[in-house]
């Protein structure tokens, strides 16, 4: 089966400026996370889809972050403004609904300088 | 809400030695727990897990132990092999729930 899809890869851009990453899960994948990894970290969910309502959101820095999922499918994840400290490593996954596999995304190098 | 711990942070071991890395979780009703393998810029990738009936899970030269009174698990890998260089992530969730909670992270160094 195709895997997760994520682009882009790699994203650099200035403090304050605004950035957009999307995914794509794997198909028939009713669950789809986002997570951030910092580097030397583990990943840290910041929102969690189950088809396009919102499950959990609890570390999501709401001031400046936000996340779609529409149709159910793709996803975005949007910073706005970014800070310093949101250079990570932004991952994606997706899981069967009642299943505990995550597969992963290649991920988003973001670095904000 | 659940706090995963997981150590060592480096681990390195000589070919064909064994390895052990250790996890703690914090709350009693997590039950399940799965080990990600991430190769350097590469995707974490699902190796094991384990669900909280059980205390002891096999595959080949991977195995997963989980005591659930004292709250821990570990991840031991016999007979290591170079390509089993790598960061490995533990995690906790409640079965179904599908919210994880990663541990930090060990760095694995296999010399050859």
């Known amino acids: 089966e195709a895997g997760v899809a994520q682009s882009p890869r790699y994203k650099i851009i200035e403090k304050r400026q605004s950035v957009a990453f999307w995914c794509n899960p794997i198909?028939?994948?009713?669950?789809l996370y986002w997570y951030q990894q910092i580097l030397g970290q583990g990943p840290k969910l910041l929102i969690q889809?189950?088809?396009?309502?919102?499950?959990?959101d609890s570390q999501l820095p709401k001031d400046r972050f936000s996340a779609e999922r529409l149709k159910g499918v793709d996803s975005t994840l949007k910073i706005q403004p970014a800070k310093l400290e949101d250079s990570a490593v932004y991952l994606c996954?997706?899981?069967?609904?009642?299943?505990?596999?995550?597969?992963f995304g290649p991920g988003t190098r973001l670095t904000v300088t | 809400g659940e706090n995963v711990e997981q150590h060592p942070s480096t681990l390195s071991v000589q070919e064909g030695d064994s390895a052990v890395i250790k996890c703690t979780y914090s709350?009693?009703?997590?039950?399940?727990f799965p080990w990600y393998k991430q190769e350097l810029g590469k995707r974490p990738q699902l190796i094991i897990d384990?669900?909280?009936?059980?205390g002891e899970k096999k595959d080949q030269r991977i195995a997963v132990t989980l005591n659930k009174t004292a709250k821990h698990f570990s991840l031991h890998i016999t007979e290591t092999q170079p390509e089993d260089s790598a960061v490995y992530f533990c995690?906790?969730?409640?079965?179904?729930?599908?919210?994880?909670?990663f541990g930090s992270g060990t760095k694995l160094n296999v010399k050859p």
């Open positions: 709350d009693s009703a997590s039950n399940y």
């Open positions: 198909s028939g994948h009713a669950t």
């Open positions: 995690a906790a969730s409640k079965y179904n729930f599908n919210k994880f909670y």
């Open positions: 889809f189950q088809n396009n309502g919102v499950v959990d």
């Open positions: 384990i669900r909280s009936n059980v």
């Open positions: 996954a997706s899981s069967w609904p009642r299943g505990n596999e995550q597969y």
